[in-house]
Each structure stands twice: as C-alpha cells, then as structure tokens.
C-alpha cells in the first residue's frame, strides 16, 4: 500500500488528505491562523503527523503565501515550500496549477504558478472525472467559481487580481468574512436600516443564529472574543444594528440573519453568471460542489437551474465525502500526483 498525503496550506486551515491509489482514506481541516506566526504552521503540522505518519510521497498546494505575514507573496511561497521541505524532505511535490507538479526548487523559481493555485488542482480532477462542470469552491474565507470545459479547467483569469476581476473569485466565505463585508442595510423588526461598519459580527455568526452551521468548521475566535452559542451570536449582530439582542426576539434576529446570508449567496450567484456568460458551458453541466459551504452551494445551483454533485462524490471518498468535499484541494494534489513523482 502506498500512502499519499495531500496537503492544502492556507492562510486560516491547514487540510489535509490521505490517500491510497484511488482511496480517499481520510481528511482533515486543521486550524493554522498563519498570520500568528510560523509556529502556527509548525503546531498544525504535528497536529496533522499522526494522520499521515505513513505516507510515503506528498503533494502541497497552499494560499497562505497572501498572509500579512509576509511582505509579499514571493517570499510567502519561498518561506512555505522551504518549510515543508524540512517537514517532508526533498520527494515532496508542489502544484504549480498550469505547469503540474515540481520540486522545492522549481517551486521556488515559479512562484506565480506556485501560489493560489490549488483551485485549479480541484478542477483538474473535475475535469478527469466530468466533462463539462462549474466548480464552486465555497470556503471559510473565499468562493472559486471555475468553469471546466471538454475535460479541462477553463478560468479566465489564473491569479487572484485576475479573477477578482473576470467573477471566477468572490472574496466572501461561510464562517470568517465580517458581517460588514457582506451587506451595509438589512431589515429588523419591518425596518430596513444600515448597518455599523465595524468588526462586530462574522458570517459564522449568522449561521450560527440561522442554525444551519455545521459542527466543527468554525475553528477561529469570533469578533468579540466571547463564545459561540445563538446568544452570543445574537450579541453581536445586534451590535451591527446599533441595538442590544433583548431589542428583538430570537425570531427577528433569524429574519435579519436570513437577509444577509441572502446577500452574500447573491454575491456568488452574480460570480456564476458572469463566468457563464464568458463561458457558457452546455445546459447538462452539472454545478460541483466543494468548500465547508458546499451545502449552500445546493440553492446557488438551483438559481443557475443546474443539477448538483459534492466534490466527495464526485471523487468517490466513500469513506468521508463530507470531508473530502469541504477540503477538496488536498485531495485533488493527492489523487492528481503522478505515480513516478519523487523518484
């Protein structure tokens, strides 16, 4: 049995898939706020050592080259491939999007390629396994819409400034984006009113008080610092109303709530359609599913009246599609790694 370990390094998770032949084994999401420090990375790495102690090859796509941790992207990329150098020796592989897999030093000399690239790791397998698909790729921090065209990713644009530019990146994420970054009005109580521009509530929080956020993908702190139940949920949207949670009812925060997520799955549908109508994909293709919020993806595709598949199903991780499906970059590299990589 030969183990392969795909590794996804961003700036908030660190994911991480093992791998046997076709097998998706298991995966995991690992907190790594890398904009604390390295050592973030290094406590998520022997967080995730266990998991892949066998693993006899590893392939790494990361994001967290954009940290404010470092001063720019080059060094990002440089800084993390030198690290997982030292973490998984001189066989580890990196996605370098359109130029496949490299070494750490080729890696190094491609950092362009290397950096922010794992969704097109993601549709590349799309495109082995579907001939014609829109993956929507909705993460804790990002949406990737990638059309995937005759068997092959077909993205306008390559880098994020790119993308934010031609719809295929839409900065908006199910748990970490603040509510302030999603919607400047929203109704309460019948009244439809602004809202503060301030750090006050997440987009975790609104899921929270929806009740529709699923067990363990917040794995950061919220605005406030406080917990993480409906109450102290509600506090904080509150807060963003200029009002306390005892000026309305449960029922009144959940119809404020709904609004704004409303908004933000709008942000994401107008994504979809101006990649559709850049390139429009035939009526049969189907919406791919991926990202923690792969389960909001579902009403986006019924708005694009598209049928819709989770990555994980798609990928044929039997054993944890839910998994497979919201860490789909680590399990991507994983699968796409070629056989004699590292030889």
């Known amino acids: 049995m030969t183990i392969t370990a795909g590794l996804d390094v961003g700036g908030a998770h660190?994911?991480?898939?093992?791998?046997?032949?076709?097998?998706?084994?298991?995966?995991?999401?690992?907190?790594?706020?890398?904009?604390?420090?390295l050592d973030r990375l290094d406590a998520a790495l022997a967080?995730?050592?266990?998991?892949?102690?066998?693993?006899?090859?590893h392939a790494v796509t990361m994001t967290g080259e954009l940290s404010d941790l470092f001063r720019d992207r080059k060094t990002g990329v440089e800084t993390?491939?030198?690290?997982?150098?030292?973490?998984?020796?001189?066989t580890a592989r990196f996605w370098m999007g359109t130029r496949g897999f490299g070494n750490s030093n080729e890696a190094r000399?491609?950092?362009?390629?290397?950096?922010?690239?794992?969704?097109?790791?993601?549709?590349?397998?799309?495109?082995?396994?579907?001939?014609?698909?829109?993956?929507?790729?909705?993460?804790?921090?990002?949406?990737?819409?990638?059309?995937?065209?005759?068997?092959?990713?077909?993205?306008?644009?390559?880098?994020?400034?790119?993308?934010?530019a031609t719809g295929e990146l839409v900065y908006t994420g199910l748990t970490r984006t603040?509510?302030?970054?999603?919607?400047?009005r929203a109704p309460f109580k019948g009244r439809s009113q602004t809202l503060a521009r301030e750090y006050l509530a997440t987009m975790a929080d609104i899921r929270r008080i929806l009740g529709t956020l699923p067990d363990g993908v917040d794995q950061h702190a919220t605005a406030d610092g406080r917990g993480k139940?409906?109450?102290?949920?509600?506090?904080?949207?509150?807060?963003?109303?200029?009002?306390?949670?005892?000026?309305?009812?449960?029922?009144?925060?959940?119809?404020?709530?709904?609004?704004?997520?409303e908004v933000q799955?709008?942000?994401i549908l107008d994504g979809c359609r101006e990649v559709l109508r850049a390139t429009p994909l035939p009526v049969e293709a189907q919406i791919i599913a991926a990202g923690i919020g792969a389960y909001e993806v579902a009403a986006i595709a019924v708005g694009l009246q598209r049928k819709c598949l989770t990555f994980g199903e798609l990928a044929g991780a039997t054993a944890c599609p839910i998994a497979a499906t919201s860490c789909a970059p680590a399990v991507a590299v994983a699968l796409l790694l070629p056989s004699n990589a590292g030889e």
């Open 14 to 37: 660190l994911k991480v898939a093992r791998i046997d032949g076709e097998n998706v084994l298991s995966v995991r999401q690992i907190a790594c706020p890398l904009w604390q420090g």
């Open 47 to 57: 967080e995730a050592r266990p998991l892949i102690a066998d693993a006899s090859r």
């Open 80 to 90: 993390l491939v030198s690290r997982l150098e030292r973490e998984f020796g001189p």
């Open 109 to 164: 000399r491609n950092h362009v390629d290397v950096g922010s690239t794992n969704f097109l790791a993601t549709a590349a397998l799309i495109g082995a396994r579907a001939r014609d698909a829109l993956l929507i790729d909705f993460g804790s921090t990002t949406a990737d819409i990638v059309p995937v065209r005759d068997g092959k990713p077909v993205p306008r644009g390559l880098t994020d400034a790119d993308r934010l």
């Open 178 to 184: 603040a509510v302030m970054g999603v919607a400047t």
């Open 229 to 261: 139940s409906v109450e102290e949920s509600v506090a904080r949207l509150a807060r963003m109303f200029g009002c306390d949670s005892a000026d309305g009812t449960l029922e009144d925060w959940r119809a404020a709530a709904a609004t704004i997520r």
């Open 265 to 267: 799955l709008e942000s």
